[in-house]
């Protein structure tokens, strides 16, 4: 089955602690994005990436940091930087070239201890 | 900057019509999204609207007025399991195919 998979579900992490979220996608799409979602917010970009290789700053960047050395995965690390983690982080991915769709992976919901 | 405002909760009864607003002003508008998301689950694709006019994909009908900055989702026949929440989101032309979206609104289906 083609799909985007996000692991962990649920994920905690102590004060000054960096953790990393996972998103992969076998769609062969080209473009991919991470997303934060708070209670009462629209979702509000933090990273994506056109192509392999190459990634933008998104509306909320400062704190998280992020890869994309292979097509299909597209890491988010939330650092100790990042003061108010708690919320749920939603990967898409995109099929590229004028294909206007986001698909979302099922998110990560991040808890600090 | 893009500002997109759709109502925060909205209740109804099951087997009845619902009507889902969307307003946004935006510059160089190229086209509109909704997506429906339940609790704790990833959003899933709905309608994507570039022209004017209404769009109806079974029990779901998108309508979008370019001139207006306005767009409806209308959902007939309602069924509980169309409790969710509801996220508009608008694209912006150029290259960058990153939409803006609007807080959601909450749709409660009660019997």
């Known amino acids: 089955d083609g799909g985007i998979t996000q692991s962990p579900k649920y994920l905690f992490r102590k004060e000054g602690q960096n953790v990393t979220l996972s998103c992969e996608q076998n769609?062969?799409?080209?473009?991919m994005y991470w997303y934060r979602q708070d209670p009462g917010q629209g979702l509000r970009l933090i990273y994506y990436?056109?192509?392999?290789?190459?990634?933008q700053k998104g509306d909320i960047a400062e704190g998280y940091s992020v890869s994309r050395e292979k097509k299909e995965s597209f890491p988010l690390t939330v650092t100790s930087a990042q003061k108010n983690p708690t919320a749920f982080y939603l990967c898409?991915?995109?099929?590229?070239?004028?294909?206007?769709?986001?698909?979302f992976g099922p998110g990560t919901r991040l808890l600090v201890l | 900057g893009q500002n997109i405002d759709q109502p925060t909760e909205m209740t109804a009864t099951e087997g009845a019509i619902v009507q889902i607003n969307c307003t946004y002003q935006?510059?160089?508008?190229?086209?509109l999204f909704w997506y429906q998301q339940h609790a704790g689950e990833a959003p899933t694709f709905l309608s994507y609207?570039?022209?004017?006019g209404l769009e109806e994909k079974g029990r779901f009908s998108s309508f979008l007025s370019r001139s207006k900055g306005y767009s409806y989702l209308l959902l007939k026949e309602l069924q509980m399991k169309d409790s969710a929440s509801y996220l508009c989101?608008?694209?912006?032309?150029?290259?960058?195919?990153?939409?803006?979206f609007g807080r959601g609104t909450s749709l409660i289906v009660h019997p």
């Open positions: 898409a991915s995109r099929e590229g070239a004028n294909q206007e769709t986001q698909y």
């Open positions: 769609l062969n799409h080209d473009a």
């Open positions: 990436s056109q192509i392999v290789n190459d990634f």
């Open positions: 935006t510059s160089g508008f190229n086209g």
């Open positions: 609207n570039v022209l004017d």
């Open positions: 989101a608008v694209k912006k032309a150029g290259g960058s195919y990153i939409p803006t």
